[in-house]
């Protein structure tokens, strides 16, 4: 059992598209973490996101910490395909390990 | 422009032959984490080491696989014998701290293939 689900599991799309994934669990989140992951490379940290309500930008993505603190999503405007990658949410422990969704696939085409 | 390395890149093995892979964290980082990667279950956490001190390695084989931090430099993961369902990406990662809200610096992993 996904202590984190993550939809859709694939997005295909065409560039200057708008699109938003999302990322659930049925508990309470402490913090919340965006990664990108390349081919061919680990994740790379997009974004923290602590407080419930909270909205954090990074150019053209927008992450959302839902009020209760168990959702998240992630709104990109204007898809390019330099933003293809695997997105992964993580769930923050007070121990410092992180519990990863299975990630959502993104394909951007030109 | 520090990284996380991990050696090698790509390994391909027959099975029952001993893997090692392994993993410099970045310096000054006290916290190194072992992930393996497929398309059935994602990223899992495998082991994690604080200070060189192993604090969890319930996710892990006990078996097959061994992970250690002979120094703060180096963290290695082990499996002997190896199995066809080795075959995945490990990730190793380094970072600071002892909260969830820490940052993760992620390698650029071992690809494993066991024949």
């Known amino acids: 059992t996904q202590l984190l689900e993550q939809s859709p599991q694939f997005l295909s799309i065409q560039e200057g598209e708008n699109l938003t994934v999302y990322c659930n669990s049925s508990?309470?989140?402490?913090?919340l973490q965006w990664y990108r992951q390349e081919p061919g490379e680990g994740p790379v940290l997009l974004v923290t996101?602590?407080?419930?309500?909270e909205v954090k930008k990074l150019k053209r993505l927008t992450f959302q910490f839902g009020d209760a603190r168990k959702d998240s999503s992630l709104h990109i405007t204007a898809a390019q395909p330099g933003d293809t990658g695997l997105y992964l949410c993580?769930?923050?422990?007070?121990?410092?390990?992180?519990?990863f969704g299975r990630g959502t696939q993104l394909t951007v085409w030109p | 422009d520090a990284r996380v390395t991990q050696t090698p890149r790509d390994k391909v093995t027959e099975m029952g032959q001993e893997v090692t892979m392994r993993c410099q964290p970045i310096?000054?980082?006290?916290?190194v984490f072992w992930y393996r990667q497929t398309m059935m279950q994602g990223l899992e956490l495998l082991a994690y080491?604080?200070?060189?001190?192993?604090?969890?390695d319930s996710g892990m084989p006990k078996d097959r696989f061994s992970a250690e931090m002979p120094d703060a430099t180096l963290a290695t993961l082990k499996i002997q014998p190896s199995e066809p369902r080795d075959s995945a990406v490990y990730f190793c990662?380094?970072?600071?701290?002892?909260?969830?809200?820490?940052?993760?610096?992620f390698g650029p992993g071992t690809r494993l293939t066991v024949l």
């Open positions: 990662a380094s970072g600071l701290g002892t909260s969830g809200y820490n940052e993760q610096f």
């Open positions: 508990s309470v989140f402490s913090s």
């Open positions: 996101v602590v407080t419930g309500g």
């Open positions: 993580a769930l923050g422990s007070t121990l410092g390990r992180l519990y």
């Open positions: 310096l000054g980082h006290n916290t």
């Open positions: 080491f604080r200070n060189r001190a192993p604090l969890d």
